[in-house]
């Protein structure tokens, strides 16, 4: 991976964005409509929190700012390795690139 995955709880700005995202969720699967995708993070409006209704799916490339970084420990560590390995075995099964999705947030 070519960027560390932040933690949960970093408050972010996407590019072209205007509202301070939380991330809540890494390693999103999800159905975009057309079949199974991958996103690298899951966020909320800061500081409104959780509204199922209104998360949005982003990856690592799709931020512009890092406002906040959350809370980091040895959990955190032992989970980017389990995370980069996760992307590894996607990227040998065909799936696609989840670096090269973007969703305009």
């Given at each position: 991976m070519t960027e560390k995955l932040l933690p949960l709880g970093t408050i972010v700005y996407l590019k072209e964005g205007t509202a301070k995202l939380m991330i809540v969720g890494r390693g999103a699967s999800?159905?975009?409509?057309?079949?199974?995708?991958?996103s690298?993070?899951?966020g909320v409006v800061y500081p409104?929190?959780?509204d199922p209704e209104d998360a949005l799916f982003?990856?690592?490339q799709d931020i512009d700012e890092v406002v906040f970084t959350g809370y980091s420990d040895e959990e955190e560590d032992r989970y980017l390795k389990v995370y980069d390995e996760w992307k590894e075995e996607m990227s040998k099964a065909n799936k696609p690139n989840i670096e090269e999705l973007t969703f305009g947030f």
């Open positions: 999800f159905d975009n409509g057309e079949g199974q995708s991958f690298d993070y899951v409104n929190g959780i982003f990856n690592h």
